[in-house]
Structure formats: C-alpha cells, structure tokens
C-alpha cells in the first residue's frame, strides 16, 4: 500500500468540500488504510478527514489483527468494548466539525451502522456517498496496481486455456465450474470471485451462474470467470463450443468479435466512456443485434470487481492513462444461446493494452 | 422456503407500526423471498409492505436469475435498463404511503442505496433497521431451518474428526487451513465461510485466521471453522495440542470447560440472553481468568453466521424454544496461547440440544 493515500484523500476531500469521510470494511478501507477488515455486525469505521486527522474505529477483540496490517503512521486505533456503542467513537472522532458537517459515507458501509451515524451526528450533517472523493483516488491505478492486475489477467487467461479440455458432454456446467474453481486457484489467484458456466439457453441470461444441466453436442458456452491475485481482480469471459455450432451462432460471432474490437480501437486518453460503449453497440446496432445487447459495454476493475469507470451510456468521464476496466460486449438470445467477450484493459498514453490476450475467437471443446 | 414469510412480515409490521421494509440482497432477502440475489452496485430491492403489496426491483439482466427462484406468488418482479434510475421504482413501489412513512431498512443495505432513497422519498420518512421486523422472525427457527443447521453441524463435527491428522509440526496453518476448507467441502457444505487456525501464540487473538507460522511442539492449536449447508451456518471451535502442552495449559482448559458447560445448563426457555453469557464469565472471574475472556459468549446463527439473538450482557432477550446460538467462551493469553469452545445449541422445551457432539478436551495431534 501507498502511504500517501490517507494525504490525497484529505487534499481531494478539501478540493470537494467534504469534511470527513466514514468508511467501512471493504475496498475503500484497504485502500486507504491497508486493513482488510472483516464485514462484521460489530462496526469498523476509518474516519478520515480534511483537516488529516484520521482514526480508525475497531471493536476491541480486532484490535491485533488491525495493528498486525502495517497501518499509515499517522491513523490513529481505537478500539470499543463488547457493551461498549461505537457510535460515541465516532461522533468524537468527528468533533468538532461545526453545525453542518459534509459526510463522505462509504457506498458499501451498511445501513444499520448509516442509520445510527445519522442519529448520533448533528441532525444538520449531509452525507454523500464517499466514492465522489475516493473515486478520484481509485480510478487511477498506480504502477503496483496495473502489475497486480496484468498479473491477474495472465493467470486467468491460463486458466481459459485448460477450460476446452473440461468441456464433454454429459458434464453439468456445475463439475465444471468446480473443476475451473480449482484451476482458478492452482494459477495463483487467492480467491474466486465468480464462475459462470451458461451453456446452451443458460447462455442467454448473463448472470447465469451454475446448474446441473449437462453439456450437449452442439452448446454454445458462455464461460466468465474471475478471482483476485495479491486483492486485485481478474474477469475474463470467453466462448466455446461443443460440437457443432448452433445455427446463425458463427455469423453473430464474428459481429460480436468486431463490436468488442470497434471499443477497444475506440478507447484512448480523451475519449469518454460512453463514446466506448457506443462504439461496440454500433457495430451490433448495424448488424441489428443491438436489442440482445442488454448490459453496459464494460466496468472499472481493481480492488472491486465492479468500480468505476463504467463504460456506459450516459457516463461522459473522459479516460485517462492508468484507467482500468473491462470491455465484454455480449448478445443473448432467449432460449437459443448467449456469447460474450470480455477483456480487462488499461488506458495508455495513446489508447489502451489489453491484460487478456487468449483466443477471442469461438473455441472448439476437447 | 416457506411460503407465508411474506405474510407474517407484513403482520409483524403492523403491530410495529412500520410501513414497509427495504431489503438488498442478503439473508432478509433469502429468508422473505427465497430470492439469492447478487451483492452488485446494480440495485435490487425488496419493497415489502405492512398492506402486503409487495415488489421485488431487479437489474433487467438480473430478472432470468431472480424468475428462476421460484418466487413467492404475491410477489411482483418490476425491472430496469441499465440506463434508468431505480430510485424511480423505489418511489413508486412505496406510494402512496403517505408524507411520513415509517420504513424498515435492510441492516446491511449499502449505504449509498440508502442515501438514494433517503433523497427520493419524502423528507419526513423515517428509518429503522429491518431487523427490528424481521429479527421477529427469523430468530424463532422453523423445524426445515433446525434441521438444515443440525446437518451442517454433523458436517463440521465430521471435519473437526480429522483435524488431528493434520496438524504435524513444521506444517503451516495456511497449509492446514487449506485441508481443512477442502474437507468442510468434502463433508456436504456448499461453501466454506471461514476457517481459523490460531497456533501459539497466534491463538490470542479471537480472529486471527490464518499465517504462515509453522506448527510447533508445545503448541495449542485454536481451530474454529464453518460453512454452509442448504444455506444454513456450521460453526464449531475445538482446542487441539501438538505434543505437550503449554504450562498452565491443562488447568485453564479444565475452568474453560466448565464455563462451556455452566452456559449450556442454564440456556433455557424464560432464561435471558446476559443470563447464559454471564454463566460462562462467572466461572472464569472466580479463576481469576474473567479479564482474559475478551468477547461475548455467543451469536445466533441461521442464514448468517451472526444473527440475532446475541448471548451478550446487556441483552434481556428471554430465550424462547427454536432459537439457535453459539455458546463460546474463551480465554486468550497475550504472546502465549488461547483456547475457546464452541457449540452451536438449539432451545428445547426445558434447555437446549446441543447442535455439535465432538470432544471438547485438548485433542493432541496425530
């Protein structure tokens, strides 16, 4: 972790007029502080603020595991007593911030905690979501950043390689997915985030995930798996074949192979996120596939598999050189089949280079 | 899932005087709809009403997944593009409740959905969390749910059976850890939610998980594990020696069992919550060992890990036939070693039944 980031936040929290922010265990708060804190009922809370002064809120009994996690020198620990209400440590963590105090809250912290906040804190306190200061932060990666996530993206395209040999028919999309779980840690990822096996019509909903149907001669397979490596993320989806294609499958195919080149050609420092997303929605748009193109072109990616930048309609961020996300144009056909493909990628100076490299194409099972 | 949740929500809403709840994904979500959504930044909500009008608000792409749940009938499904603003569906499926309605919101919502509708919907709203209706619930188990955490506690006493064979001296914990998260697998859990393994002095710290500190003679081994079962928790800590063991081991250890014990014997229905923990810290105070006894005595356990009712001083709550908890003390020696026992018990009609049978003396290694 970066030392300075508790610094950039407070000057960017200054630049926004935001006095403090309240942040939970999650994203954020390893960002921020380097403390993988767990989602517990009891509260953990970083408040930092403007004016740099920092605390870090933690019940009593995880107070050794903060301390063991190498925290900026200048954060300060407090810890609360199993009857003890936290909430008292925040209200003075936060004193004095004056009548009417601008609150970063962050956007995962639950509501249960939120919701005793607002009752403790001056009723004349605003809160906003804390992803306005630290996604200034976050949405550029530095240089240990983009390693760990070109690090990632290598172990998954690894394991991509091995998936046709796990395709036979009469497996059920779970044993694969099972099989691809353990591949997923055998490349080096710590965790599995997400394994999704949409064979045949399970293809068409983009979120399937896992079920026991069995793999047929002639599915298409929609395979999109992710994990994170040293806590970035890893998301790559990549389509396959058992047997024969489905009819019109090869023909739309190669539409969606050029929708996906078409944004990444697009995508460069200057050019805004929806521009990438209308660049992919084009091509299928012409080839009048864009109704079954029912999802956002791509998402940011880091310590979340999900953050900003969105690469969607409407969001009119221009990229910048560090910016990391994904580029999956997919099509869904109800009932018949799905395909997607899916690059993670970063901004260079004068366009982007893509951390998955493997086969785009359709590739033959076995 | 049973199908009158809905029903008896709504029921309990009304004799507290609460409009509707606003639930996110998670186990309110689960328990209420039988609906496993994703955690995503894509809203989905359930707007349930005291006049059971009720709505489930989805992500377009996430409608297939959410239809595929066997949805309760009375439940309408309501959608948006991913260019729409869900906030819009929030309001309309809380109208017309009047200028100020009262609204339980899921506890773990993220908060910036809550700061959404807090902005959407009238100002003189007001907030509580959801639990406060649906802890009225699910605190009282049916007998399928005492059934499913009954199974998953045989799984992880069947796990805790062969732990022994794995704690060799010179093995790390993460090694061990590793083992371990493959048996809670192999023995019916479809998901492995955490394993500890505290060796020497690592196993003073309640929630310390796993490190690379190699396994000793002379070393006690805290190690607490869980995962779930059709949904439902395991949880069980057991103390293990890797070949003698520490001095003044055996006679803490001797005072710990009886606090175990002490809290089991008194749990009963009428019984409050501070009552059982206080049981258990009564024992260790008169041995003198009360300040090394650092945490709670106990959490409810169901479709969380954590749930209501916690076996905490302070809590009144008498216990009532159906409810499931942990009963854990422990002590926890600075630099030296921990030890901690844990049950997971369900009340009868005259006490508890113990959900988790196996050994809770030291087991030694090999």
């Not at 896992?210 to 490596?229: C, H, K, M, Q, Y």
């Not at 999956?328 to 899916?342: K, N």
Request: hydrophobic content about 40%; overall charge negative; proline content about 7%.
């Amino acid at each position: 972790m970066s030392p300075d980031r508790l610094r950039r936040a407070a000057e960017q929290m200054r630049a926004l007029d935001v006095d403090a922010l309240l942040i939970g265990p999650g994203a954020d708060l390893r960002y921020l502080s380097g403390y993988a804190a767990l989602p517990l009922e009891r509260m953990t809370l970083l408040v930092a603020r403007a004016d740099d002064i920092h605390t870090l809120i933690v019940p009593e009994l995880e107070r050794p595991r903060a301390e063991a996690m190498d925290l900026p020198d200048d954060l300060e620990v407090r810890d609360f007593a199993e009857t003890q209400d936290p909430v008292d440590l925040v209200a003075s963590a936060c004193a004095p911030l004056g009548p009417s105090p601008r609150l970063g809250v962050g956007d995962r912290l639950w509501a249960t905690f939120l919701l005793a906040i607002q009752h403790a804190l001056p009723t004349r306190a605003s809160y906003l979501p804390a992803s306005t200061v630290t996604r200034e932060l976050r949405m550029r990666k530095g240089p240990e950043e983009i390693d760990a996530l070109r690090r990632a993206g290598q172990a998954i395209d690894r394991v991509h390689a091995r998936v046709p040999g796990l395709l036979r028919p009469g497996r059920t999309e779970a044993a694969v997915g099972a099989d691809i779980a353990d591949l997923i840690l055998a490349e080096g990822h710590e965790q599995v985030s997400f394994v999704i096996v949409g064979s045949g019509p399970n293809g068409a909903s983009p979120h399937h995930e896992l079920s026991d149907r069995a793999l047929e001669p002639g599915d298409a397979v929609v395979v999109d798996i992710g994990g994170t490596l040293d806590g970035y993320g890893s998301d790559c989806t990549r389509d396959y074949l058992v047997g024969h294609a489905p009819l019109g499958y090869m023909d739309i195919h190669a539409t969606l192979e050029a929708a996906q080149q078409a944004a990444c050609d697009i995508a460069a420092p200057g050019v805004t996120a929806e521009a990438v997303d209308a660049a992919a929605r084009d091509v299928l748009d012409e080839a009048g596939l864009g109704g079954y193109f029912i999802h956002r072109t791509g998402h940011g990616i880091g310590l979340e598999e999900h953050e900003e930048p969105y690469i969607v309609a409407g969001n009119e961020l221009p990229l910048e050189p560090t910016m990391t996300f994904s580029i999956e144009p997919g099509v869904y056909l109800p009932d018949r089949f799905g395909m997607r493909i899916e690059d993670i990628v970063v901004v260079t100076h004068d366009g982007i280079e893509r951390l998955n490299t493997g086969e785009r194409r359709p590739v033959p099972a076995g």
